[in-house]
């Protein structure tokens, strides 16, 4: 019997080992993400807040297919309405936004981070306007300046969803992930596109 109890021992001591491993590789409330006091209902899975303003946002870009494709999941875009800059930035984005069915491409979304960071302070409007109208127009695409009533009605509804998902989750900087409309991810407590990659994929289990 006894050449039985060992085999059954190491068995039970492995499926114990996996179990306490499995726990301490599972991100961590107050590390790696924090509950958002009041939840957003109506919310995609997984929602990316961000700003063309922001230069590590920019950064983020590059690296969002790839977390796209560890997590398994589909990422979709909030631009944040902090200030009136944050505002004229969103209202770019957005107008590129209801045209492209939310899913700006890669391209053209370099073209508004490279338009909001690197256009120069001299520059006047009119010369602003007409770098702005060139990029929605290589895309195939109506500029802020040609949009329709109905259109710009639309993107100030985007702007009014976003302002009320940055205040419902007392965002302060981006970029920000949020996950389920309740889970707000700690982009600074990961080490690695896998590490964030991982606690997205886990929060997405989570009710």
């Known amino acids: 019997m006894k050449q039985y109890l060992k085999p059954a021992l190491a068995l039970l001591f492995t499926m114990v080992a996996l179990v306490g491993c499995n726990d301490t590789n599972s991100p961590k409330e107050g590390d790696k993400y924090t509950q958002i006091s009041?939840?957003?209902?109506?919310?995609?899975?997984?929602?990316?807040?961000?700003?063309?303003?922001?230069?590590?946002?920019?950064?983020?870009?590059?690296?969002?297919?790839?977390?796209?494709?560890?997590?398994?999941?589909?990422?979709?875009?909030?631009?944040?309405?902090?200030?009136?800059?944050?505002?004229?930035?969103?209202?770019?984005?957005?107008?590129a936004s209801i045209q492209t069915d939310g899913k700006p491409s890669d391209k053209l979304m370099e073209q508004l981070f490279a338009y909001t960071q690197d256009t120069p302070e001299a520059a006047t409007e009119a010369e602003k306007k007409v770098i702005l109208e060139e990029i929605f127009t290589s895309n195939n695409l109506l500029s802020p300046y040609g949009l329709s009533e109905e259109q710009h009605k639309q993107v100030y509804k985007k702007m009014t969803e976003a302002e009320s998902i940055v205040a419902n989750s007392q965002l302060s900087s981006v970029p920000a992930f949020i996950v389920n409309g309740k889970y707000m991810v700690q982009s600074d407590a990961h080490q690695s596109l896998d590490d964030m990659a991982n606690t997205i994929k886990y929060l997405t289990t989570l009710n």
Do not use: W
Request: proline share 5%; glycine share 4%; charged share 15%.
């Open 38 to 95: 009041t939840p957003i209902s109506d919310m995609p899975m997984v929602v990316e807040v961000f700003s063309l303003s922001c230069g590590h946002c920019r950064s983020m870009e590059t690296m969002l297919p790839e977390i796209k494709k560890m997590a398994g999941v589909n990422i979709d875009k909030v631009h944040v309405t902090f200030n009136e800059s944050a505002q004229v930035a969103a209202y770019i984005f957005y107008t």
